[in-house]
């Protein structure tokens, strides 16, 4: 089974704070994504990775970077962390198949509270 | 842009109901449709991959159908039990994004009650 792990389930920080959350996945794929999780506004595309080293923003990149040195491994920064980013963090992974992109898989979660 | 629509947005049923789960979406040419399941404070788990050439799915009591050209899906919950209470939401892979991102929907949250 392919697994996507996240590397805390809760997590609180202060404002101000850089904070990093890890994402890794054992099935060697190729793309990865970051998305935050709000009540009324659904699932919201950060950034996503097609393959180690390249990156592009999604729909809400302020306040985030991102960093992918391996293929296994995706992890999203957020360089001084503020109150509205208090949310649920969620990674995905996919791979790309001979017949085209396959099914994207997620990992459990980071519930962040920002302070 | 892709625009993914899910109705109804909630859904509340007697155990044993056979049910339908609407998903719309506004542009056809895409790649895939999958339908996820999340439980409450988790992490979207996988149910059903269609593929554009495809017109339907079936996994164990869920089915999948897809008609591309009218951007409509369904996913249909045959017998359904109180573990089947969770949000359920379908994405589509359109073969117009960026890189191949996923445009999800809002959901449809799903009670069953014994």
């Known amino acids: 089974d392919v697994k996507v792990t996240q590397s805390s389930r809760y997590l609180v920080k202060r404002t101000g704070e850089k904070v990093f959350l890890e994402c890794v996945q054992d099935?060697?794929?190729?793309?990865m994504f970051w998305y935050r999780q709000d009540p009324g506004l659904g699932l919201r595309l950060i950034y996503f990775?097609?393959?180690?080293?390249?990156?592009e923003k999604g729909d809400i990149p302020e306040g985030y970077s991102v960093s992918r040195e391996k293929k296994e491994r995706f992890s999203l920064i957020l360089e001084s962390a503020s109150t509205n980013q208090t949310s649920m963090y969620l990674c995905?992974?996919?791979?790309?198949?001979?017949?085209?992109?396959?099914?994207?898989?997620f990992g459990p979660g980071t519930r962040l509270t920002v302070l | 842009k892709q625009e993914v629509t899910q109705i109804p947005a909630a859904l509340s049923v007697p155990e044993g109901e056979n049910l339908v789960l609407n998903c719309s979406f506004t542009?056809?040419?895409?790649?895939?449709l999958q339908w996820f399941r999340q439980d409450p404070g988790k992490g979207l788990t996988s149910l059903l991959l269609?593929?554009?050439?495809?017109r339907e799915q079936t996994s164990g009591r869920l089915n999948a159908s897809l008609d591309k050209s009218s951007g409509r899906s369904t996913l249909y919950i045959a017998a359904s039990q109180p573990g089947d209470s969770a949000t359920y939401l379908c994405?589509?892979?359109?073969?117009?994004?960026?890189?191949?991102?996923?445009?999800f929907g809002r959901g449809t949250q799903l009670t069953v009650w014994p």
């Open positions: 995905a992974s996919r791979s790309m198949g001979l017949a085209g992109y396959n099914e994207q898989f």
């Open positions: 099935m060697d794929h190729e793309n």
């Open positions: 990775s097609y393959d180690v080293k390249m990156k």
């Open positions: 542009d056809s040419a895409i790649y895939n």
């Open positions: 269609i593929q554009s050439s495809q």
């Open positions: 994405a589509v892979f359109d073969r117009g994004s960026t890189l191949g991102r996923l445009y």
